[in-house]
């Protein structure tokens, strides 16, 4: 954790204990979903999947540019990275009222994503993702909120002025804002419903379960033509099951090329 001017920089590992620290002395209902647009990868100077940018001078230009509008601070009350870290800004702490969406920021937490996550944009880096789902969690867990579309709000929800329409709807949103590939799905509700909502679920369902990541009752039997052969597990909503067991139960054959990382499965006949 690195203090530094108006923000505090930490690791997605220290998020949660952070958090548990803090007093909330305001009702917050709604956490919103952004994504900066710019700055983005591209500003933040990715080689090799490393920013060149320094953490502070982003979020320092962010606010200059947040004040340059006549706002009184950072906009947002917290900034993920494609890193994964997390900072907190200090001059719009988790109690004070963000500028995030206009009109609609009373009892609100604006959480701004850095990147460009519009349709040809950034490619959300694995980190950030898993960052991401678990700062919602983690708010969720602490706010006592359950994830679902009117809890966890996309910017594009929202008319300029404030007035929620509950989906993107072009023409009408103000922005396409956390994007059109948010999340890989985009910015609908529908979008947000069947992917970023289950997968904060999961993940706050994991924290609740004292964060392990196998609970006993994930683990599930395989059978295969009503024969038991082997156990799997559900983890975050996905199942995964042994596929040699399974495969060669049902009578084809599994190599698997360690180069490649490539698992191919033949079966003589098919
Ligand atoms: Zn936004």
């Known amino acids: 954790m690195q203090k ?20 909330i002395t305001r009702t917050i209902t709604k956490m919103q979903v952004h994504h900066t647009a710019s700055p983005n990868y591209v500003t933040r ?3 090799n999947g490393v920013a060149q940018q320094d953490h ?3 979020l320092e230009g962010m606010r200059n540019y947040h004040l340059s509008e006549g706002w009184s601070g950072t906009g947002q009350n917290i900034t993920t990275f494609e890193d994964g870290k997390i900072a907190i800004s200090l001059d719009r702490d988790l109690n004070a009222t963000p500028a995030g969406i206009r009109g609609a920021n009373t009892g609100a937490l604006c959480i701004e994503n850095v990147g460009n996550f519009d349709k040809g944009g950034d490619t959300m880096t694995p980190a950030q993702r898993e960052t991401i789902v678990h700062l919602y969690a983690c708010l969720c867990e602490k706010l006592g909120l359950t994830p679902s579309v009117n809890t966890i709000v996309y910017h594009a929800w929202y008319t300029a002025d404030g007035t929620w329409l509950g989906d993107y709807s072009a023409g009408k949103s103000s ?22 909502i289950p997968a904060v679920a999961a993940e706050l369902a994991r924290l609740k379960n004292g964060g392990s990541d196998v609970k006993k009752d994930e683990i599930v039997a395989v059978k295969v033509n009503g024969k038991k052969i082997a156990e799997g597990i559900v983890d975050c909503g996905v199942t995964y099951i042994p596929v040699r067991a399974v495969a060669e139960a049902l009578g084809a054959n599994v190599a698997y090329d360690a180069k490649t990382k490539m698992v191919t ?3 003589e006949g098919a």
């Open 175 to 196: 922005k396409t804002c956390p994007g059109t590939n948010f999340w890989g799905a985009g910015n609908t509700k529908a979008a947000a419903q069947s992917t970023f």
């Open 45 to 47: 100077r990715m080689v």
């Open 265 to 267: 499965i033949t079966k």
């Open 56 to 58: 502070f001078a982003c």
């Open 4 to 23: 530094k001017g108006n923000f505090l920089l930490m690791d997605k590992s220290e998020f949660r204990g952070w958090l548990a620290g803090q007093k």
